[in-house]
Nanobody, 120 residues
Framework: QVQLVESGGGLVQAGGSLRLSCAASGNINRIDDMGWYCQAPGKQRELVATITRDGTANYSDSGKGRFTISRDNPKNTVYLQMNSLKPEDTAVYYC??????????????WGQGTQVTVSS
């Protein structure tokens, strides 16, 4: 079993910052890609940012220049630093991790989601 636990969401005013964290635990041999998606009310879940094991990051157009993804491999943790937040960033943010539980077994696991609300 693999569990991902997110933290750091909350209510912030427009222009403010939040830092999300997501820690993976359980039967983990190695974690490959990690990242964040968000889902606003009435919308589909969409990609925010991804990061490879060696630290190569990619961002959606909405997050470029404002969000920074990072990870701590020994801690099996991924972070999302969100600056200059806008009301349209309001959503539930989900982390994911591509986890190898053995040499032969690899799967994608998701966190439970953390609410980010940006007031105008």
């Amino acid at each position: 079993q693999v569990q991902l636990v997110e933290s750091g969401g909350g209510l912030v005013q427009a222009g403010g910052s939040l830092r999300l964290s997501c820690a993976a635990s359980g039967n983990i041999n190695r974690i490959d890609d990690m990242g964040w998606y968000c889902q606003a009310p009435g919308k589909q879940r969409e990609l925010v940012a991804t990061i490879t094991r060696d630290g190569t990051a990619n961002y959606s157009d909405s997050g470029k220049g404002r969000f920074t993804i990072s990870r701590d491999n020994p801690k099996n943790t991924v972070y999302l630093q969100m600056n200059s937040l806008k009301p349209e960033d309001t959503a539930v943010y989900y982390c994911y991790a591509v986890v190898r539980t053995s040499y032969w077994s690899r799967g994608t696991h998701w966190g439970q989601g953390t609410q980010v609300t940006v007031s105008s």
